[in-house]
Each structure stands twice: as C-alpha cells, then as structure tokens.
C-alpha cells in the first residue's frame, strides 16, 4: 500500500532519526536493502548531504550479470547521484565507462579518470587480461580537493615552514615533494590467498586501500560518504579507518548481512514495505 503524505514524513523523519543515531554510536549506517535509485532520493528527501557518493554497480562482464539496459540504467543512476553529493565516482571497466565520458548531466564535470591497476588478475580466457578498472572522478563547480592528504611527514614538516613546492603536471612525478596522488592506484586484486583476512565472500570486494585514497581526496576528518551500492561494506571500513562517516546500502540482503558482520554493526530497523516510493 502506498503510505499517505503525512504517514510518509512520518517514515522518513523516522528513517533519519535512525540514520543519525547509528552514525553518533558508531560512525556508519546500514540501510536496510533497497535499490539504489531509492537510497539516493531518499538522501535528498531526508536532508542529508553527504561530500562524496561512491557508485561501484556491477560492470555487465558477468558478475552480478550482464543487461541490455546497462547504459540506461548508468545514465539515469548518474542523474539520480546529482544533487546528492559534491563529488560521485563511477567504477567500471575502461572500455564500458569510456561511453559516459561525454553523456554526464550538466552538473557534473569529470575531474578525472582513475585507473586501479592490479597485476595478479588469473588468466581465463585467450585475449587480453583484464588488469585494470576505472573510475570516472565527477564533481560539481566548486568541489573541494585535499591533496594535502597525501603529504607524508616529512613533506608535512616542510609545508608549516612553508618549503613545501607545489608541482602540478605530468613531470612532478620525479619529484620527492610531490602533493598530488598519482592517478593509478596499484592494489592486488583480492583472489585466493591475497588480501585474505580482508575478503569477505563477497564476489566483486574491492581493497579498502583503494576506496580510501578517493575518500582522502574528497572528505575531511568528519564528513560523510555515500555508498548506495555498497556489496561488502568497503566503504565502511575506509571511513571508520580514517575517522570520516558513512552510509552504506545494497539492494542484496545477503550483502547487506556481509557488510554487517564486517562492520560489527546492524542495519537501522526500517520496515521495508514502508519505504518511499522514488
Ligand atoms: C561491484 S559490487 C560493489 C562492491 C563493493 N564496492 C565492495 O567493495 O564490496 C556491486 C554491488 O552493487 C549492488 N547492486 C547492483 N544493482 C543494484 C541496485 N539496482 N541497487 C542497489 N544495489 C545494487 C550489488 O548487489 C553489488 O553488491
């Protein structure tokens, strides 16, 4: 039954009640499953605005399955993501994201494309191994970098001397004072024995070293992440390490009891049949 306006305020204010307590007591909220194009309405419609929302749908090369309307279904989440977020990063394989480079809304500019390169992929099929995914880095006009996030403590002890050089462009890569991460992130691919106490069973997890360098870059100390496809809880893991907030959700119950058990926290207790309609 759909829910009366004032029944629906009614759930909503009670969804970000919930929301807002499990992120005092333990920095993370779990949404109970619901489809991403759901969880991103329901940002806007309870307030909450989050500095940066992840998407990492599956890739249509046959996890999670292959659909026609992949490139529908990518455009519209884009479209949904705006409003959300300053920042939004969109994961894929190169060949399948290169097609949203020139299709983003108008309110998202590409900041850029990140490469995760890992080396360690099993070789399956005759023809090239796949050793890579990219990220599509969005944003709107005016959306904060932190690149000063990367600086180790030497490069720290110079900035407050104000020593530190600044050294924007593709030779800067040779320099020791270097404030900008490199735009390939390298991280094994977590398969058999590699990143073992990491894995979950999840069939697409990706390491928490690699979801944490995007998050350095667009979050501060305290700020909040989105991830509205969230599979195993990754981006839970990499705020609660590096003390930013998250809310996470997946249209998967069994994900969503995964990222639960990796998190050591429980969904907000929402009835589902009480959600929002988008
Ligand atoms: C590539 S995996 C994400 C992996 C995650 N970043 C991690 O490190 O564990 C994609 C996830 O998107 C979820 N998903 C796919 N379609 C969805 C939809 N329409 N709404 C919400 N979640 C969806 C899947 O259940 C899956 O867990």
């Not at 996890?63 to 455009?75: K, S």
């Not at 005759?126 to 990367?150: D, I, M, T």
Request: charged fraction near 25%; hydrophobic fraction near 40%.
């Amino acid at each position: 039954m759909k829910p009366n306006v004032s029944l629906q305020q009614d759930i909503e204010s009670e969804i970000r009640q919930a929301i807002d307590r499990s992120l005092r007591s333990h920095g993370i909220a779990i949404l109970p499953p619901m489809d991403v194009k759901d969880s991103l309405q329901l940002m806007k419609r309870i307030g909450i605005s989050p500095s940066v929302t992840m998407l990492d749908p599956w890739y249509n090369k046959g996890v999670g399955g292959v659909r026609d309307d992949y490139r529908e279904f990518i455009i519209d989440l884009l479209r949904n993501a705006v409003g959300v977020s300053d920042h939004v990063f969109l994961w894929g394989f190169p060949e399948i994201v290169a097609y949203f480079v020139d299709k983003l809304p108008e309110q998202l500019n590409l900041v850029a494309w990140l490469t995760w390169y890992y080396k360690n992929n099993p070789s399956v099929i005759r023809g090239w191994r796949s050793s890579q995914n990219a990220c599509l880095h969005l944003a709107g006009v005016g959306a904060k970098l932190y690149p000063e996030h990367f600086l180790n403590e030497a490069q720290k002890a110079k900035q407050v001397q104000g020593k530190l050089r600044y050294m924007p462009g593709p030779t800067s890569v040779i320099e020791e004072d270097l404030l900008d991460p490199p735009d390939v992130i390298e991280a094994s691919l977590m398969v058999g024995f590699v990143g073992r106490k990491e894995q979950t069973g999840h069939p697409s997890q990706k390491p928490v070293s690699v979801f944490e360098k995007l998050y350095l870059m667009t979050t501060t100390e305290g700020d909040l992440i989105f991830d509205p496809m969230s599979g195993s809880g990754t981006t839970g893991e990499a705020a609660r390490r590096n003390k930013r907030l998250a809310i996470i959700s997946d249209h998967s119950d069994e994900y969503t009891k995964i990222a639960e058990d990796r998190l050591g926290i429980e969904r907000i207790p929402v009835p589902l049949p009480m959600l929002p309609e988008h």
